[in-house]
């Protein structure tokens, strides 16, 4: 029974972690601009490369 | 038989009949195929994959000294945002950020050049924050570099002013995390005490629970609740009870009930419902807090105006700042640009537009020696002015001080919700005093406590959600329609409305679009076209750029000796032929009609007479249909700065003769608003410029028609896209169907209050009780609010 005090309390201060990063973020700018980053997610990584001549993919093993 | 022309690769126009091709694609123009070359060039190919034609079209201009003011220091300064050693930061507004390749392509300018290290795009503002290296890249290139891709920033007077950002909406989600945080904990340590069913908790669990629930709650009551604590004693002080105060009746009600019965042990209180009440009254703030960004409807003349211009110092062109002019200053002003201040001209014809500012149509001539006010754009070949005010001086700032000073404040206390809740407050606190002298007297000890009950249970959330719900979902189903509005009070405003008033200029005019009729002896041909419009071509001239649009899909020849005489006409030579283009005069024929009316455009070939153009302003399609069905409901009033050359045409729609007016200045417009609410009438007015500033602030409802939204709208309260225009009627029904919404919605929290009541009068509310009733009645008010809304938008737009 004991032991409920004990993981209240510690559920509380774990809960009490998320809300301070909640608070960090905010004021970090992070929710700012709920629009953008949603469209950035979508783009591709890599630099741009010049284009390549098609090629026979037979070499490549592609799966993975 | 019509071949589909091609679309512009590029930017997706029509490239009509003469595409560019470049790499077998079609392109619309030089500047899209530019645009296009130089991205293949850094090999930036994902651009037009990510959208299928993502650019805008590009204008074929140089940029000379156009950006020039960006080299001075104190500019420089004033619009960074930071300046870190060797890194600059500067967020620019660009209006043209349309889609995610706009996005794409300006967050990867540092493979345009390598002195910007790092762009970031803010979509729904349509800024761009760009941070680069000083020493790498000035200012100035940073913006040409933008231009010449045509993603051209807009940067006015308004940027120099120190701009505060915006932290009030930080706060709002500060306040929604605590008071989230809080609700679903003590939400989770009040389950024990619900299932508690006979055996009862142990007593130390229950009290470490019930302890926890307070010290949790405090933060919520001192901080998340603090807006509307505040707001309720503030508005006591005046002696207005305003919607705030049930609400913080049932705050402090909820949290000194429950704080005594877990203090005194002699309860587990009712924690639960206050963090929720809050947390859910929180959310519809941030519901109804919805403002759209990249729109500002509370510009004023700065946001007009450039921050430079070229003064002639020495007989040498310097760029100043339109601030730092004084009187006796020489200045230039070029084709397109604005002239900022009251002057003289000095040098130069000067052929003036001031359409935006007094709605007159047809841009002014004037002479050397004569005077010409700020605001007006000129139009043909720079022209040399001597500045006679400064710009705090001049009659456009003057205007727009007027228009915004001794204007009845809109926003008033007295909207719906405020009513109610004063009626609300007076029932609730009368049952809870006498029911607890009711209980005095059966039970005393219990009497407190059914006081505060009944003050809990009485709740005002479903009031209080029933509004920013309703009405927020209205302003987002207007947004994508195309309409607007600056907040939700708009919405109530506008159901309100009796009359409408129109301006005419712009507003039930199209700007960029004539009807260009042909008069003459002889039809011309094909061939005859396309060299009055080779010759058209040539001047900047507003009739003749509306010729030349209006021909443009001919063939364009090479014109050999133009000639250009203000006021007069132009001329050029093809293929020997001697084109000339002018008033009546310039071509040497005796015409006596009233060329004040009509814009006509004579024409001649060889010097000899064939015929004229002429130019009539084209109405906004449906506005017939649109005036008939508003003058139903509404009295539909016409005020416009322009003469009074259409007024038969337009007496067909309006009707009414006394209530149309024509040749009204500004202050006049103002005038007849103001003469109008003096009778009582409530009055929403409809206008696009700079004319109707005053007369927009002094309407009940000020709205905007713009062609195009990110442009310069003077201050309103709603911004209409142009192509809406014909859907008016329906945003005035659909605005006060929400009105219909939201006393519906009342009732459903009615009935909720009498069962909760009935609870409580009666002893019977426990917490079990209260925690189940204010979330239902909650949900189901949001709810019954959102699909009601929705449908009557979708019902009302599928009538059409």
Not at chain 1, 30 to 43: C, E, G, I, K, N
Not at chain 2, 20 to 40: A, E, H, R, S, T
Request: hydrophobic content about 40%; aromatic content about 12%.
């Amino acid at each position: 029974m004991t032991v409920l005090f004990v993981l209240i309390t510690v559920s509380a201060f774990v809960a009490a972690i998320f809300l301070g990063a909640f608070i960090w973020s905010v004021k970090t700018g992070q929710f700012d601009d709920s629009y953008t980053p949603s469209v950035r997610a979508l783009f591709d990584d890599a630099k741009p490369v010049e284009k390549k001549p098609k090629q026979d993919n037979s070499s490549k093993n592609e799966n993975e | 038989m019509a071949k589909k022309n091609q679309k512009c690769i590029h930017c997706g126009e029509d490239c009509g009949k003469y595409p560019i091709i470049w790499d077998d694609k079609p392109f619309c123009c030089n500047g899209c195929k530019m645009v296009y070359q130089m991205l293949n060039e850094k090999q930036m190919y994902t651009y037009y994959e990510m959208d299928k034609n993502p650019g805008v079209r590009v204008d074929e201009h140089e940029f000379g000294s156009k950006f020039a003011y960006l080299d001075d220091e104190e500019i420089i300064s004033k619009l960074l945002e930071f300046k870190d050693g060797d890194y600059s930061k500067v967020t620019l507004y660009v209006p043209a950020i349309h889609c995610t390749s706009c996005i794409w392509l300006l967050e990867h300018l540092n493979t345009l050049h390598p002195g910007i290290t790092h762009s970031m795009v803010n979509f729904i503002k349509k800024e761009v924050s760009i941070t680069f290296k000083e020493s790498d890249i000035s200012l100035r290139k940073i913006v040409e570099l933008l231009a010449s891709i045509h993603y051209t920033p807009t940067i006015t007077l308004d940027d120099m002013d120190e701009k505060s950002k915006k932290k009030e909406d930080r706060q709002l989600l500060f306040k929604l995390g605590v008071a989230g945080f809080a609700f679903g904990n003590i939400m989770m340590w009040s389950l024990p005490d619900y299932f508690a069913g006979d055996q009862g908790i142990d007593p130390a669990l229950q009290s470490f629970l019930n302890f926890l629930n307070l010290v949790v709650a405090i933060p919520v009551l001192v901080y998340s609740a603090r807006d509307y604590l505040l707001s309720a004693f503030k508005n006591l002080r005046h002696g207005v009870l305003n919607t705030d105060f049930p609400i913080s009746l049932g705050i402090i009600a909820l949290f000194s009930q429950s704080a005594f019965e877990i203090l005194s042990g002699t309860g587990t209180g009712y924690m639960d419902s206050f963090s929720g009440f809050i947390f859910f009254l929180l959310i519809g703030k941030w519901y109804q807090n919805k403002t759209y960004q990249a729109l500002t409807f509370d510009r004023d003349y700065k946001s007009y105006f450039p921050i430079a211009i070229t003064k002639i110092v020495d007989g040498e062109e310097k760029v100043t700042q339109i601030k730092n002019l004084v009187e006796g200053d020489r200045i230039l002003v070029r084709h397109h640009e604005l002239i900022p201040v009251d002057a003289t001209l000095v040098k130069g014809i000067a052929n003036v537009d001031y359409s935006f500012v007094t709605g007159e149509s047809r841009p002014l001539n004037k002479l050397v020696g004569e005077d010409i006010y700020a605001g007006g754009k000129q139009m043909g070949a720079a022209i040399e002015l001597k500045v006679n005010k400064t710009v705090d001086q001049s009659s456009l700032t003057k205007l727009w001080n007027q228009s915004e000073g001794g204007i009845v404040p809109k926003n008033t206390l007295n909207n719906m919700v405020d009513r109610i809740s004063k009626w609300f407050t007076i029932v609730v606190l009368s049952i809870a005093v006498t029911t607890m002298l009711v209980w005095f007297i059966i039970d005393a000890p219990r009497a407190i406590s059914i006081f505060t009950a009944v003050l809990i249970v009485a709740c005002p959330c479903a009031l209080a959600l029933s509004i920013p719900f309703s009405y927020g979902n209205m302003m987002r189903i207007f947004g994508k329609m195309g309409f607007y509005i600056k907040n939700t009070q708009v919405i109530e405003n506008i159901s309100k409305v009796d009359t409408i008033v129109f301006d005419k200029t712009g507003t039930i005019t199209q700007n960029n679009s004539v009807n260009v009729d042909y008069e003459g002896d002889k039809e011309l041909d094909r061939e005859e076209l396309s060299f009055v419009m080779s010759v058209a071509r040539q001047s900047t001239h507003p009739l003749s750029t509306a010729l030349y649009q209006h021909l443009q899909n001919l063939e364009s020849h090479y014109v050999t000796d133009f000639k250009e005489v203000t006021a007069k006409g132009i001329q050029g030579k093809i293929n020997n032929c001697l084109i000339k283009l002018g008033n009546a005069e310039f071509i040497g024929v005796d015409d006596k009609t009233d060329n004040a009316v009509f814009s006509r455009v004579y024409v001649s070939f060889d010097d000899q007479y064939r015929g004229y153009f002429s130019f009539e302003s084209r109405y906004r399609e449906g506005l017939g249909d649109l005036i008939t069905q508003l003058r139903k409901t509404y009295e539909v009033h016409l005020i416009s700065g322009d003469n009074d050359a259409d007024r038969n045409k337009l007496k067909a729609w309006f009707v009414d003769d006394s209530y149309m007016h024509f040749n009204q200045t500004p202050a006049d417009k103002l005038e007849y608003i103001r003469k109008l609410q003096e009778q009582g009438r409530n009055i929403i007015m409809i206008g696009d410029g700079l004319n109707d500033a005053g007369a927009l602030s002094q309407s009940n409802v000020g709205m905007t028609i713009a062609d195009d939204i990110y442009n310069f709208s003077p201050a309103c309260d709603g911004i209409l896209e142009s192509r809406e225009f014909s859907r008016l009627s329906l945003f005035f029904k659909l605005s006060k169907s929400a009105i219909k919404t939201v006393k519906i919605s009342f009732l459903i929290s009615l009935v909720y209050n009498i069962i909760g009541l009935s609870f409580a009068v009666n002893g019977f509310l426990t917490p079990i009780v209260a925690a189940i009733l204010m979330p239902i009645s909650s949900v189901t008010v949001v709810v019954f609010v959102t699909i009601s809304t929705n449908l009557a938008a979708l019902l009302s737009s599928k009538k059409k």
